[in-house]
């Protein structure tokens, strides 16, 4: 049987540098314990690839990618990148190139950590390609203008094939934990952007008779994740909702470097991509959570392992979370930010010791 994966690195910007590496030396430690053979293959992206190579996204990477089976993206500051012809956002170009619809958010609490609530595990399936972000809702041109000097217009796109098919990912995810999902939608207003939205999931439900369904509408989710996360298990809503209350469940646990993301799509391709920013204030001081990106990589490895059908990776992804379970319960092993005593080195290499 096939126990051979091809995965990109591609380190970002800033804290990217020291992250993605931790994530990539974790998972190589438990690749050669399960016997998972995995082809590493180095990418340059962002502001060191914009200096190397006139870009930050360069040429003939997505051809590349396309060719692998997944690949980790550290995170990118593109903000901070000058004003010039290669200096572009990759973010859009890769999820929309791959069709990588569904952003996978898992949020779960840890003991001592200093999480709001001791008892929360659900996850956001957010979706990742139209919406209201101008970046990746239109195909040509800008989803945001501005006609006047005193006018922008920001348009919002949903589709009924957008919406089905981040709602199936979704459903599929239900019927594999407590077969329960909760749409997150706001047709009280938005009652044909969001009515379509909401149309489509119960489309989709028919195929999923055993996941029961409810919905709450964004505001009253925005309070709710506070009071009482315990009651939800899998939350699927559209593009820009997603992305605020992935960042306050986030903030429930111990903060954004606790919110692993995973971004797949139609075909086998899988993105492991942590949800937070690329932290210029902190790099270089190998003071970075490594949490984010190591639990990104893990999930991307166990996907991959399910999807493939290849019980070294499923054996893997399983060895790097009891091992993270185990360093996320030791303050020496785990960063200042989630009340320990590491650095970024101290907690990958704790999670490492704890592979056995």
């Not at 060191?48 to 550290?74: C, Q, V, W």
């Not at 593009?239 to 954004?256: R, S």
Request: aromatic share 6%; net charge neutral.
């Amino acid at each position: 049987m096939n126990s051979h994966l091809v995965l990109g690195i591609l380190n970002g910007d800033d804290i990217g540098h020291e992250i993605v590496p931790a994530a990539v030396e974790v998972t190589k430690a438990a690749a050669r314990k399960t016997g998972l053979d995995i082809d590493w293959r180095p990418m340059p992206i962002g502001r060191s690839a914009l200096n190397t190579h006139g870009s930050t996204f360069p040429e003939g990477t997505m051809e590349r990618l396309g060719k692998m089976d997944g690949f980790i993206l550290g995170p990118i500051g593109h903000q901070a990148y000058p004003k010039v012809p290669g200096a572009i956002n990759p973010h859009p170009i890769m999820r929309k190139g791959f069709n990588l619809f569904a952003n996978v958010r898992p949020t779960k609490s840890f003991p001592g950590l200093g999480a709001i609530h001791e008892d929360i595990d659900l996850i956001i399936v957010r979706e990742n390609n139209e919406g209201f972000q101008p970046d990746r809702n239109v195909v040509a041109g800008s989803g945001e203008f501005r006609p006047t000097e005193d006018t922008t217009i920001s348009v919002r796109v949903i589709t009924r094939v957008g919406s089905s098919r981040v709602a199936r990912a979704a459903f599929e995810i239900a019927s594999q934990r407590k077969k329960h999902l909760t749409v997150v939608h706001k047709n009280t207003v938005f009652k044909l952007g969001c009515g379509m939205f909401v149309e489509e999931c119960y489309r989709v439900a028919k195929d999923f008779p055993e996941v029961r369904v409810d919905e709450v509408i964004v505001d009253t989710m925005a309070m709710r994740l506070i009071r009482d996360p315990q009651s939800f298990d899998v939350i699927v809503t559209t593009n820009m909702f997603g992305d605020i209350l992935t960042d306050e469940a986030a903030g429930l646990v111990g903060g954004l470097g606790m919110a692993p993301g995973l971004c797949i799509g139609e075909g086998n391709l899988a993105m492991a991509q942590a949800t937070h920013g690329s932290a210029p204030d902190i790099a270089g001081k190998g003071i970075a959570n490594p949490f984010a990106m190591i639990e990104s990589t893990r999930i991307m490895i166990e996907w991959l392992g399910h999807s493939r059908k290849i019980p070294q990776a499923v054996e893997a992804a399983e060895l790097m979370r009891k091992a993270i379970v185990t360093a996320l319960s030791d303050p020496a092993t785990r960063t200042r930010d989630i009340k320990g005593t590491a650095d970024t080195h101290g907690m990958t290499q704790g999670i490492i010791a704890a592979l056995g």
